[in-house]
């Protein structure tokens, strides 16, 4: 066991062990390959010389990565080996800090970085896959790569409706206090992709959809909004919906109360989406980084506390309870199943908690990760950190409209912001996390991971 002041470096290394092992390339090789002439994609068998075309569709923050692994497993010169002259295209709705140059496959920026919100770039993307996709013949196949901001990368409303349109719904049920399975399940209803609009678009002989899911429990109909999986939900639902929220339904646009009082008298119902042409894979979870991470915990040394990647909660709540967890266990008051945690010890999770923004004039900064290491930091500051170090990262490499994927706090942080006069408080109580941070260092900066399974936490208590 190396010596405290290294915490902060071994909380990082951990953490990084953790977002290495959902790195997109790496997942979709574990699960694709080409062996002669058979291409294999999570149990299932292809013939390379049957296929006339593969194309390669999808959307999120992941998609270059998954793009680029799946052109190297399809290169030139392994289709040439299996002697198949298939052709292989596609195109990949991704954030602009993530598009590179690849062969085969275009990597169209459908929103600027830091910005989770569809814009009109992410409209033409998604219309190019559409056409791409309607395109296909029964002798070709269709490989849809998914992951976390694929939603807001993939917005294509349905005919009549706009894009300004389905903005402004979406933040009168926002500012009226609807849930998220609320807001999907009417934006799913206006889209021609989301709710498994991608899979009735289909006309290939197969689709397969290969998932990196950001969501606790892996539901495929809400990770990137289910464009490949049957909807649950229904026009009628999605209109009671708008008017139980929006009390005066005269702001509804009236583009959208048309379309769905339409959908919602009509007696033509959907087909179902999931028969035997559509298979769907989830490659890759949060549990995949928490236990890859756990595992580098205990081979640096520490007594693993692995509380699952299933958290939620309120972020401030959050790093407050992870604070008193680390103080417990370098008091030696803390037990687990096995007994007492004996230091060193390092407690890693997984999740997606919330921020509950504080009303206030005053410019702010920060991310959900930011303001749980902060919380972490206030709930510290009279005891002090020794032998602590508390981080905190979105496994996107974003967290929040920062450049920062994160925080990590250490005695160092802590007493630089001492020096500075800056109390954590008055940060926390107008979610200023970025300002803090940036002043006291701390800040976790990484850039795009192409890879998004949520956030990974990682607390580590030296002896």
Known sequence: MKNPQTLAEHARLI?????????????VRNVVSVSQQLLAIGGEEFDLQQLSRIVIV????????MAAALEDVLSVDTLRTAASTCEVTGWVNVPADCVRPLPRVHLHAARPA??????EAGV???????ELVDSLTDSDLCLVLLSGGGSALLPAPVDGVSLQDKQTITRLLMHGGATINELNCVRKQLSQIKGGGLARAIHAGRMVSLIISDVIGDPLDVIASGPTVDDPSSPAEAWQILARIISDQSLIPASIQRFLKREVDSLEAIAAVVDGRVSNFVIGNNKVAVEAAAAQAAELGYRVVNQGSGREGVAADVGGELAETCRVIRD???????????TPACVISGGEPVVHLAQTHRPRKGGRNQELVLAACQALWEDGVERIAILSGGTD???????????VLDSSVICEAR??????GEFLAINNSYEFFDKAGGL????????????????VIGT
């Open 58 to 65: 999808g959307a999120g923050k992941a998609g270059a990565g």
């Open 15 to 27: 953490w990084q062990t953790g977002v290495d092992a959902v790195g997109s390339e790496r997942l």
């Open 419 to 424: 020096r500075l006069g800056l109390v954590p």
């Open 397 to 407: 490499g974003e967290d929040g409209p920062t450049d920062a994927a994160g925080a």
């Open 124 to 130: 033409v993307g998604s219309q190019k896959i559409l």
């Open 444 to 459: 976790l900066k990484t850039g795009p991971t192409h890879t998004n399974v949520m956030d990974l936490r990682v607390a």
């Open 332 to 342: 030696g008051v803390i037990r687990d199943a096995a007994g007492p945690v004996a």
């Open 114 to 119: 830091g910005v989770n919100e569809p814009t």
